[in-house]
């Protein structure tokens, strides 16, 4: 039997860094927004945890897909996507339950006006609906509905890219490029518009994530040239100075779309896409950075990460706590120092708990399995001895 191939930490580090940057992100208004990934690029932590996604995608499912097991496989895939809506829509609610506490006990309604609360108090019937199809979606609170829909469509370009990646590659970002082009996205209801987090754009870096990695598992590697190195480190200093000058913001060049020129999250403008690619690209391609990401397996980091799932649930519960703790009581640098650095106390235990819950049962199974009696088969007599 084929060996379990050794888990890569660098994923489960980096998806820990992703985690922890969205949630102080979630909690607007700390001296510690200031500091995060977002503030240094065109991309953000979203961009980072789509993209670490589409390659854990790959190293979950794509080597399932053989003949005989597709149905279990896209069922299976299918099930985590059913999972992760049952997430979304139970962080929701909680999240209108937070804001609707502070609203009635600390005497602050105007909190119903945050995050797009207002539509569920002015149109309850019409909300709900939205919220179950996932047509309204609160601020703060709109990647796990993206991750599932990308989920559910991708047994298709699983399958394409395991048959023709270049071609299920150039369908995929033909569709970025039209979606953006031509305004094309999953609509709002009951409000007007798009969804914050367009899956017909995003699923481009969801894809590029999952069929390079594809292309690994299968012995191929992804080149390291000086040459795009060069121009991947250029683009990210270039990328870290645009920021903070005054052309950041602008949306259209010479006349040409937004989504070549500009820095739209929802269709996911070209320079996000160039900025997070380049940055993945130069972890890989340049070793110290690489070991640098690649920690124990018993490395805090690397159980955080592993645990990506209820981490990210808990971490955007207590955001909206943070949130509200902040609009409550706005403090200064020391609160929100306290605000930040107990939530991220409280994930890393959650992280820990469950991975000791983890060991449990695995320890449980194998005492069950050592303390099963042994039976020695019994001789049946011979016709001839009966």
């Known amino acids: 039997m084929q060996a379990k191939p050794e888990r890569d930490t660098r994923i489960d580090v980096l998806r820990a860094l992703a985690l ?13 927004e200031h500091w995060t990934y977002k503030n240094f690029g065109f991309s953000d932590a979203a961009e980072g945890f789509v993209l670490i996604s589409g390659i854990s995608v790959a190293l979950a499912y794509g080597t399932k897909l053989e003949p005989g ?4 496989t896209v069922l299976k895939m299918w099930r985590r996507a059913g999972v992760l809506y049952a997430a979304h829509i139970v962080t929701t609610v909680l999240a209108l339950a937070i804001f609707a506490a502070a609203a009635v006990f600390a005497k602050r309604p105007d909190l119903l006006q945050q995050i797009n609360i207002q539509p569920v108090i002015d149109k309850t019937a019409e909300a709900l609906v939205g919220i179950v199809t996932l047509g309204h979606q609160i601020g703060y609170n709109n990647i796990l509905s993206v991750y599932a829909v990308l989920l559910l469509a991708s047994p298709a370009f699983l399958l394409m890219a395991s048959l023709r990646p270049w071609l299920a590659l150039a369908a995929s970002g033909a569709l970025w490029l039209a979606a953006g082009l031509f305004q094309i996205a999953l609509p709002n209801y009951p409000e007007p518009g798009f969804w914050f987090i367009n899956p017909l754009s995003w699923q481009f870096l969801f894809n590029i994530g999952m069929i390079g990695m594809l292309h690994v598992r299968r012995g ?6 000086r040459w795009l190195v060069g121009a991947a480190a250029c683009y990210v200093v270039a990328s870290l100075v645009w920021v903070h000058s005054p052309l950041w913001g602008r949306e259209t060049w010479l006349g040409l779309p937004a989504v070549l020129t500009g820095f739209d999250k929802t269709f996911l403008s070209l320079s996000r896409l160039l900025h997070i690619l380049s940055v ?6 340049i070793p110290v950075v690489s070991k ?15 645990r990506s799932l209820p981490i990210f649930i808990a971490g955007t519960i207590i955001a909206m706590v943070a949130q509200v703790m902040k609009a409550v009581n706005p403090g ?3 609160y929100d120092a306290l605000l930040i650095l107990t939530g991220v106390i409280m994930q890393f235990a959650l992280a820990y708990f469950l991975e000791w819950q983890s060991g449990l049962g695995a320890s449980a199974k194998k005492a069950t399995v050592r303390s099963a009696p042994h039976y020695e088969p019994r001789m049946l007599p011979s016709p001839a001895a009966s």
């Open 332 to 334: 200064g640098i020391s």
């Open 280 to 285: 993945a690209y130069l972890i890989i391609a």
């Open 292 to 306: 640098l990401a690649r920690r124990k397996p018993d490395h805090p980091l690397a159980i955080l990460g592993k």
């Open 220 to 225: 191929g590697s992804i080149p390291v040239n």
């Open 20 to 32: 922890l940057t969205i949630y102080i992100d979630h909690v607007p208004g700390t001296l510690f």
């Open 69 to 72: 097991s597709h149905l279990l």
